[in-house]
Structures are given as structure tokens and as C-alpha cells.
């Protein structure tokens, strides 16, 4: 069980916007800052957003996250086909860090 | 261009030993906090232990403490996770990130990863 959940799964068709939820609680999420990874198969996670809503340069304004409370968010507009990926969230944690289960996006 | 490249994976038994390297190229490797992260095999992701530039700030997992030693030397550019009593739950791809003073797991690079197998 991770430390913070995230749906399993996502889908959406191409153009549409999908968002993933990552839920916490008071002591991760509620207290620091979330960022967003995104695993594309057989390859090493790379970082999409990073202080809970900002993008690295490269990253393609499509990408946005949001946190409020003990929750966040990372929404993906315009969908294309190469967003086909594991999608993982991730905070600190008092002295640790903790990472969502991951969420895999389907492009149909 | 900032490469990490770790080695040091392998097949070990169950209470074995094992030392992973990271070897840091293309950045002032003593300017950046590092970190392991490892995923077992079709899992998410873990995240392993941190250690600040000057090594003086070192934080571990619970599912490791005690039996994984994460150091680093910064005249080599080389970050090292010494994992000892290996179990067969800590099979997994072992990567090494950078990461920043501040943003405990802001990962910018990720090394290709080294697979980490305990099995008898």
C-alpha cells in the first residue's frame, strides 16, 4: 500500500483532457510540495511538474498540476498518444519520501 | 550534457551484500543533494535515501534502515548505496537521481538504472 493513492488506471481519447489524483494526508501532501513523474515504458521516470504546479523547461504547457488540502492534481489537455505512460506522484514525508502507486493513462 | 550511469547489480542469496555506484558526469556533482529510488519488477516506484552535497544530511526508508548505507564521494563524482541483509523484497531496478537543497524528491536526472536481484 502506498503512502499516497492514486487511481490504477485512466483513459482518454486524443485531444481530450484527463486528469489523475493523488491523495494524501496532512503530514505529506497537506504540508509540502507534490511533483509529478512520468514513466514512459522501459525507461527511467522523468519530471513533469515539480512545487505542485511548476513545469521544468521542455515540458509541454499540456502538463499542469494543482494541490489543495491533502490532495493533488496533474491534468493533461490535448491528449496525444505518446502521454501513454505510468504517471506517479510523490511528496516528502516528515523525514522520508513517498510516492503514489502510479497511475497508467491509455490513449484509445 | 548531466549523465548518471550506476552499476553494481547482480544476483546475490538472501543475507547477501551488495555495493551500487552512480557515477556523475556533466555537472558540479557536489553542488546537488543525490537520492535512490528502485522499483521492483512491474511495481511503482520506491524511494530509497537521500544525501545532501556534503553528505552530512542522510535519510533512509524504513524498508532499508539499518541494512543500506548510502555515501557518496565528491572528488570521484561517484554516489554509492551499500546494501547489506538483502532480502528478497528489496529485488528491484535501483536508479540514482539528482535532485536539490530544498526539494527533497525533485528528481531532474535519472541514471538507466541497475537491477538488483535476491534470489537462492
Known sequence: QSVLTQPPSAS??????????????SS????NYVYWYQ????????????????????VPDRFSGSKS?????????????????DYYCAAWDDSWGVFGGGTKLTVL | QVQLVESGGG???PGGSLRLSCAASGFTFSDYYMSWIRQAPGKGL?????????????????????????????????LYLQ??????????????????????VLFDYWGQGTLVTVSS
Open chain 2, 11 to 13: 544476483l546475490v542469496k
Open chain 2, 46 to 78: 520506491e524511494w530509497v535515501s537521500y544525501i545532501s552535497s556534503s553528505g552530512s544530511t542522510i535519510y533512509y526508508a524504513d524498508s532499508v534502515k539499518g541494512r543500506f548505507t548510502i555515501s557518496r564521494d565528491n572528488a570521484k563524482n561517484s
Open chain 1, 28 to 31: 505529506n501532501i497537506g504540508s
Open chain 2, 83 to 104: 546494501m547489506n541483509s538483502l532480502r528478497a523484497e528489496d529485488t528491484a531496478v535501483y536508479y540514482c537521481a539528482r535532485g536539490r537543497y530544498g526539494d527533497y
Open chain 1, 12 to 25: 482518454g481519447t486524443p485531444g481530450q483532457r484527463v486528469t489523475i489524483s493523488c491523495s494524501g494526508s
Open chain 1, 69 to 85: 488540502g491533502t490532495s493533488a492534481s496533474l491534468a493533461i489537455s490535448g491528449l496525444r498518444s505518446e502521454d501513454e505512460a
Open chain 1, 39 to 58: 514513466q514512459l515504458p522501459g525507461t527511467a521516470p522523468k519530471l513533469l511538474i515539480y512545487r505542485n504546479n511548476q513545469r521544468p523547461s521542455g
